[in-house]
């Protein structure tokens, strides 16, 4: 239930912002965030910006989210390509 | 072989070779039912050496809310003119009697919400219902609750209240160590609860009962790391604190998601499945937000009721005792007729076990004292 996501702001109005989350746009209370920006990364749990997130830790999880993706997509369960 | 696999291949080895110095057996326990799913779905648990043991906590908050509080939310669900909001994972919880699910198919308006403002925008728009958010949660779902209560007091509605079972992570963590007759060598912090909270309230854990804790993420690598330094700390005979998880969880924690919830919510007694009452251990809503207190509002006493027969979650949530353990498990409860909480929620210790762990192994058994 603590589950939270990473997600990219894209627009930010008075305490709500709109953020991409891997190409789905959600909207984001960030009154528990004051201080973010367009373009910050933040964590986002139950519709609520819980924490800015420093980019290069986002950015590594989503080069493990990618390379899991394309492992799936293109080997299957090949033990090979694991 | 990816450079990340290689980083947990590392760190298990290390966990290998500090586990066989140990010669003798230790177990660690995790507070977060996303550990507990994520723990399983990366094999961590069949990569662990004979003399480690991960036990799952009381840290799924579906798992943890006691029979009675599950039918208080299931009793107002099905009042007359209520619509009840909530969080997916409590929909098919079992009370004594019924659920929120099969209230629903009896005609009770209940409503799936992504977030606490939701609920608030609700009573806004359908000022004729009496809109109940079912306030369930750690300290990573409280801070909503609160800024929904402010947000409501803001617009002046008279048609929202909060049915508040929020708990604290930290009271149950110190219950287990002086209550429950579990041997732990340390614990696996949660992540998330840490961000609101800070890594620093773990501080007492490590020096006043002498146990290690270690906050972590909920990847691989993370929860492979912090099973390490438990381990290599286990090992060291040093306990310590140690922040795996810096990029999110800071020394003192998220400072305006605190002072909200100072604002709103006072820390009251609350009961928990699997640890009965503990003083301190919930929050509820400060006397100047009573009017939003759904208890208050629609008069409900506070009942203890059984556990469904035979269900031993209580147990399995404190780490006494595994699903193997309870009759139930696999047989009459399953996750697509569940009896208790833990086969109910995707994050319970139960339907981890079944999904990953159904078969009988020679380690299924956990470390008693």
Redesign the interface.
């Known amino acids: ?4 996501v990473p997600a990219k702001l894209v627009e930010l109005r008075a305490d709500a912002a709109v953020a991409d989350l891997h190409g789905n746009r959600v909207e984001v ?1 960030t ?4 201080e973010v920006k367009v373009g910050d990364w933040v ?1 986002i ?4 910006a ?2 800015q ?2 980019c290069r ?1 986002v950015e590594d ?1 989503f080069a ?1 989210l990618e ?1 899991l993706r394309q492992r799936t997509e293109g080997g299957g369960h090949d033990p090979a390509k ?1 | 072989m990816t450079r990340r696999s290689v980083e947990v291949r590392e760190f298990l080895m290390r966990l290998e070779w500090a586990a066989a110095k140990l010669e003798r057996d230790v177990a660690f326990m995790e507070v977060c039912g996303t550990h507990t799913v994520n723990a399983f779905r990366c094999g961590l648990h069949s990569l662990m050496p004979p003399n480690v043991t991960l036990l799952s906590g009381p840290g799924c908050p579906v798992c943890v809310t006691a029979q009675g509080d599950v039918d208080q939310m299931i009793h107002l669900a099905g009042r007359p003119g209520v619509t009840l909001c909530t969080y997916g994972d409590m929909l098919r919880v079992t009370g004594s009697h019924s659920s929120l699910e099969l209230e629903r198919t009896r005609g009770a308006d209940i409503r799936v919400i992504y977030s606490a403002m939701d609920a608030v925008k609700l009573a806004a728009d359908e000022p004729r219902r009496e809109v109940v958010l079912a306030a369930v949660g750690f300290e990573t779902t409280a801070p909503a609750t609160a800024i929904a209560v402010l947000e409501a007091h803001r617009r002046g509605l008279k048609n929202f209240s909060a049915l508040v079972t929020h708990k604290l992570v930290l009271p149950a963590m110190r219950a287990l160590l002086d209550g429950v007759p579990v041997k732990l060598d340390g614990f696996l912090c949660p992540g998330h609860v840490s961000v609101i909270i800070g890594a620093e309230v773990y501080r007492p854990i490590v020096e006043k009962y002498g146990k290690p804790c270690v906050i972590v993420g909920f990847e691989d690598l993370q929860l492979a790391a912090g099973l390490c330094r438990l381990v290599e700390l286990a090992l060291d005979g040093t306990p310590r604190l140690e922040n795996l998880y810096p990029q999110a969880v800071s020394p003192r924690g998220n400072a305006r998601a605190l002072e909200v919830l100072e604002r709103v919510f006072e820390p009251v007694e609350a009961r928990w499945r699997g640890l009965a009452a503990i003083p301190a251990s919930g929050l509820g809503l400060r006397a100047k937000w009573s009017q939003y207190d759904a208890a208050r509002k629609f008069g409900l006493e506070a009942v203890d009721a059984p556990e469904p027969p035979g269900c031993r979650c209580g147990e399995v949530i404190t780490g006494q005792c595994t699903p193997h353990d309870c009759t139930l498990f696999g047989t009459a409860c399953t996750p697509v007729r569940p009896i208790g909480p833990c086969m109910v929620s995707s994050e319970g210790t139960c339907q981890a076990w079944f999904k990953y762990k159904r078969a009988r192994t020679a380690k299924h058994e956990y470390v008693k004292t």
Do not use: E, K, S, Y
């Open positions: 239930m603590c589950l939270a209370n009154m528990l965030t004051p964590l749990h139950a519709g609520f819980i924490q997130l420093d830790t999880t493990v390379d694991r």
